[in-house]
């Protein structure tokens, strides 16, 4: 009966892997056939023509560079600004401190907060302020999304450092600043964990860039204009009846 319930779960085990994984396959094969044939130099080259949503000539080149500046440009200030949060919690602040129970509680919040109530609430401060939607608004908006996702895995890999090692540095004569050298090597792989996931949160994400980015056929030039990003390529793209420009959008 034992040797029973194991071959049983192994079973069940096998078919939810397979499951998996034929998801992405099918994910993967759907894009792929419906997209590559779509696929040009031009596309990836040039920006879009007068009739490009329409399916004439052109390419989507205004939104694979101005995710580029979103992304690029969220990820730096996110790093800036998480990696000081993520010593304070564990270097200057004792392990059992309440301040940084009600902290990880705040960004565990921020974690599970939708994107579009970011692009929401970076809208409306955008009205208040009388700003239009800019590549810095973008920016600023994808960065608040993204630095719940910073804290939340760096505070995790540095939770796991031993205290001991903090303790005997300190009794060396070690000051704290000198203790967060020791810290940063230990959690260098959790920084990049939390950049990969990081950044493929913030090139995939529409709802935040919709309100505050905007979409533009054009390059900006400086942080007040509007960028374009992949995601709302995409979508604009589905939307359309015509088949050439769905196909387009499977390629971006």
Not at 92 to 100: D, I, P, R, V
Not at 175 to 202: C, H, N, W
């Amino acid at each position: 009966m034992k040797f029973f319930e194991e071959k049983i779960f192994r079973f069940l085990m096998i078919v939810a892997t397979l499951v998996v994984f034929g998801f992405v396959i099918s994910i993967i094969w759907t894009i792929a056939s419906r997209g590559w044939g779509a696929m040009s130099w031009d596309m990836i080259t040039k920006l879009p023509g007068g009739g490009f949503y329409i399916g004439k000539e052109g390419g989507f080149l205004n939104a694979i560079v101005g995710s580029l500046y979103i992304v690029g440009a969220s990820t730096i200030l996110g790093l800036l600004i998480s990696i000081p949060v993520v010593f304070y919690l564990n270097v200057y602040l004792k392990k059992k401190s309440k301040f940084a129970y009600i902290a990880r509680l705040a960004y565990d919040i921020l974690f599970g907060i939708p994107s579009i109530v970011y692009g929401a609430f970076g809208f409306t401060i955008m009205i208040y302020l009388g700003l239009r939607t800019s590549l810095a608004g973008g920016i600023i908006v994808i960065t608040l999304l993204i630095i719940p996702i910073f804290i939340r895995s760096m505070d995790e890999i540095a939770r796991e450092f031993p205290r001991d090692i903090l303790d005997t540095t300190y009794s060396l004569g070690a000051t704290r600043y000198e203790s967060m050298r020791v810290v940063l090597r230990q959690i260098a792989p959790g920084i990049a964990t939390a950049t990969l996931l990081s950044v493929g949160r913030a090139i995939g994400d529409a709802a935040a860039v919709m309100f505050t980015a905007g979409y533009t056929d054009s390059i900006p030039t400086s942080l007040s204009q509007p960028a374009a990003t992949l995601p709302l390529a995409v979508f604009f793209q589905l939307s359309s009846p015509v088949k050439e420009v769905q196909d387009r959008a499977y390629a971006a």
